[in-house]
């Protein structure tokens, strides 16, 4: 596990973009956080992040899908599916969204990813994101199987 202070939304945004890069197509990244810990900010940091990092035009304006429960970005790498979970009423009813193409052919960005269950991959990379401040947050970063652990052990590589 990394923990990471984020004293802004600009040390948010920063590791949006750092983690960007290690991410490619059937990877799952899931945000944990209470309301307004930040789970939105950080998922169109690493939309607009993705972009940049292969040179793609800007995503322009990223949403939350709280009523759409998923949006999809074409990056210029493996498009990214952002979900967010957390009107969900059944685990199930993912199914109903295409998460499993998502989990198979790009890049799935998860909010209230716990709402999955059992339906979570056995491989992925959460994010928690704990209020600090009016601006501040707390962040964790934990692999989950051989290949969240692998991004994990990649990006505690980078910030040594």
Known sequence: MI????????????????????????????LEGSLGAGKTTFARDLIGAMAAHYGADPVGE?????????????TGGAPVWH????????PEDALELGIEEAFSEAIS??????????YMPHDWLEIR???KGEFSRHGQIIGHGLRGEAIETAFKEVLS
């Open 83 to 90: 979900f967010d979970l957390y009107r969900l009423r059944a």
């Open 3 to 30: 923990e990471i202070s984020l004293p802004d939304l600009d040390a948010t945004m920063a590791l949006a973009a750092q983690i960007a890069p290690f991410l490619e197509a059937g990877d799952v990244v899931g």
């Open 129 to 131: 994101l704990e209020i």
């Open 109 to 118: 960005l998860i909010e209230w990813s716990s709402k999955l269950g059992n």
């Open 62 to 74: 990223v949403p939350s899908p709280t009523f759409t429960l998923v949006q999809v970005y074409e």
